[in-house]
């Protein structure tokens, strides 16, 4: 896979990384829940270097479970959330699953944050799986 492109709902915001996914994960923390309005996110981990924004954007910024921000960007018209960026690693981002434009070769290897999923969520054997965040 060499281009990976998406953008938020209403096209405001467009998107292209150009790397393959360091990860494919699904996140069960409070935070995401929040932010995604579901009982998880789904989210593509690539090199922060990598990805190329186009359009206005706005972000939010709050204190991830290592102390430091994490920087939670998303379009300012529609709402759709687009990237995350942990100042804990901050060559990475996460995108969101939901905002790639071909899903198709979407399938999360881990789950992260376990112990706060939903009661009713399926925590699949098929991947690895954290009760907190990934270490290291």
């Not at 996110?41 to 921000?69: H, Q, R, T």
């Not at 942990?86 to 939901?98: A, D, E, F, K, V």
Request: with cysteine.
């Amino acid at each position: 896979m060499t281009n990976i492109t998406g953008s938020c709902l209403c096209g405001n915001l467009r998107y292209t990384v150009r790397s393959d996914p360091v990860l494919t994960g699904i996140c069960h923390c409070k935070s995401c829940q929040k932010q995604t309005g579901a009982a998880f996110a789904v989210a593509i981990v690539v090199p922060k270097s990598s990805l190329s924004i186009e359009g206005d954007l706005a972000s939010f910024e709050v204190v991830g479970a290592s102390g430091l921000p994490t920087r939670r960007v998303f379009c300012p018209k529609c709402g759709s959330p687009i990237a995350v960026d942990p100042s804990s690693n901050p060559s990475l981002t996460y995108i969101s699953g939901g905002t790639l434009d071909d899903t198709s070769w979407l399938k999360p290897t881990i789950q992260q944050w376990c112990e706060s999923a939903q009661p009713w969520a399926h925590i699949s054997a098929e991947t690895q799986n954290f009760p907190k965040g990934m270490p290291g």
